[in-house]
């Protein structure tokens, strides 16, 4: 069997999410007659029928809808390794790493000062439960996370240290006067509903609270009284005047973790996850 280039991939899979040759082509900005021959030579190549072409239409085969599984991951596979080897030629070898915005700044910051001259970082900022895909995508190198709530599915990572967490409400709220808080009671405030986060598949636990998505809209709807949540005591960098923070007794300790993709760690991202254990240790103390 020939190679499959990503050239035929990358129309396979148009071809497969539209149903339709003609939507494809465009989508794909070519004429329909040599996107068909395409389809046509991928499965030469393969050594089956893709989609089942009729004047109804066009539909998948459990082969192709087999290759819709698993052609995208290959796709992204390659974007992934293209972006690492640029990086890897550039002129000067920069460390990217990823965090959440607002999250262990203290520690990020005390990470960027003692990181090694040798090994300088740049630093990506992203939303709730993006590091992963920066990871893996080959956007970032490495990634401040944070157990129990992202995703480590294809990750390495090394813990670095935990802390209590919080729960951060509007200042106007009855709670805001709490010296302390339990979950119980974060979790059945009749008027204050808890934030829900995405899961790692981005779908949205059950709840009556607010779906949010990024730390600008979930600092306002607390600042408006909508909602509440419940953090790692060092994310409240971004805490507004109109949010106070009260410590949640019961709340599982959050872990601050440095993390790569598996197989992926270079000198440069250990010397970083070492210079990060040696200050985590100073933080966790701090925090227990």
Do not use: N
């Not at 996107?35 to 029928?49: C, F, K, P």
């Not at 066009?58 to 290759?67: F, P, Q």
């Not at 900022?125 to 599915?153: K, N, S, Y």
């Amino acid at each position: 069997m020939d190679d499959v280039e990503t050239r035929e991939l990358r129309y396979f899979v148009a071809v497969a999410e539209e149903l339709h040759f003609g939507r494809a082509a465009l989508r794909l900005g070519m004429a329909q007659p040599p996107l068909s021959r395409a389809i046509r030579q991928l499965e030469e190549r393969i050594g089956v029928r893709l989609f089942d072409r009729d004047r109804r239409g066009v539909t998948l085969t459990d082969a192709g809808s087999a290759l819709l599984r698993e052609a995208p991951v290959a796709l992204d596979a390659v974007r992934a390794a293209v972006r690492r080897t640029r990086r890897a030629g550039a002129p000067e070898r920069r460390l990217v790493l990823a965090t959440k915005a607002g999250s262990s700044h203290e520690f990020l910051q005390a990470l960027l000062d003692a990181a090694p001259e040798d090994v300088p970082v740049d630093v990506v900022l992203c939303e709730i439960g993006e590091q992963a895909g920066l990871l893996l995508d080959g956007t970032a190198d490495v990634a401040v996370m944070h157990r129990p709530f992202d995703d480590f599915d294809g990750i390495e990572s090394v813990d670095l240290y935990s802390e209590p967490q919080v729960a951060i409400v509007p200042a106007s709220h009855p709670l805001a006067d709490r010296r302390s808080l339990t979950m119980a009671e974060v979790s059945s405030v009749p008027d204050l509903p808890m934030a829900r986060w995405p899961l790692a598949d981005w779908t949205y636990p059950p709840g009556p609270g607010p779906e949010v998505h990024s730390q600008s809209q979930l600092a306002q709807l607390v600042a408006l009284g909508r909602t509440l949540l419940v953090i790692p005591r060092s994310s409240r960098a971004w805490q507004w005047p109109e949010h106070v923070a009260v410590p949640v007794l019961d709340a599982p300790l959050a872990t601050t973790v440095l993390g790569w993709p598996v197989g992926r760690e270079t000198p440069a991202i250990a010397r970083l996850v070492e210079t990060g254990l040696r200050i985590g240790a100073g933080a966790g103390a701090v925090s227990a």
